[in-house]
């Protein structure tokens, strides 16, 4: 269960991925068809680097709390 919770997005995408294909693909392949394809698989992978939590470099965070003025720190686990 935990690496299901883990990839869930991948997974996901994944299968999203793989039904689109399969109904894209049902009437033949041509290239507007595998042009819709790449257009999902990148609307997908925006979807992942937006949505996916990142961390700040230690120099990045230590110039922000040596600055005097007061700091917000949020951790975020990455699963």
Do not use: W
Not at 16 to 22: R, T
Not at 37 to 65: C, E, G, K, M, W
């Amino acid at each position: 269960m935990k690496f299901i919770n883990q990839h869930s997005f991948l997974i996901f995408t994944g299968a999203c991925l793989s039904l689109a294909a399969l109904i894209i693909g049902g009437g033949g392949i041509s290239t507007a068809r595998l042009l819709v394809l790449f257009v999902l698989a990148l609307v997908l992978a925006s979807l992942y680097l937006i949505f996916n939590p990142s961390s700040s470099s230690d120099h990045q965070l230590q110039s922000r709390i040596a600055s005097g003025k007061p700091v917000l720190l949020e951790f975020q686990s990455r699963f």
